[in-house]
């Protein structure tokens, strides 16, 4: 055999071998590569997005926490104000109460001595009409009048 026509042979079958290749099978290849990097580059994509959302909700929970505390420090604001308003409410009938108690209890002492005064007149006026009585009684002696009227002091 003649080597140049080997060489011319193999020269042909390569060339079709190539023609074929690209063709056929560097389309498929070629389709297979581009459709992998179109599902690389949709799958960065949507890291890309999906780390946007996450950093937006990683701002929306800070607000909404920030939010929450503020919320919470308000409630605690009105609960302490609400229990200062009471506690100053009942310390305010507290003190009416035990001034009432006091001016019940004045009133109720006042009462006491104006009838301690009553009976104490009545039992003055008793000794009174028994000391004029007794002097009545007896002669009218000095020394016996005056005996008389220092017992009647002594019974005051």
Known sequence: ????????GQMITFAV?????????FP?????????????????AAADQGQVLVK????????????????AAQRVADAEKRAQLVAEEIKANAQAEAARIIAQA?????????????ALRGQV????????????????NASAHADLLSRLATEL
């Open 1 to 8: 055999m003649n080597i140049n026509m080997s060489l011319i």
């Open 17 to 25: 071998l190539v023609w074929f290749s690209m063709k056929f099978v």
């Open 28 to 44: 498929a290849l070629n389709n297979a590569l581009d459709e992998r990097a179109k599902r690389i580059a949709d799958g960065l």
């Open 56 to 71: 937006q909700a990683e701002e929306r929970a800070t607000t909404a926490l920030a939010a929450a505390r503020d919320e």
């Open 106 to 118: 004045k009133a109720e002492a006042e009462q006491q001595a104006t009838q301690a005064r009553e």
């Open 125 to 140: 006026a008793d000794l009174a009409v028994k000391g004029a009585e007794q002097i009545l009684k007896r002669e009218v």
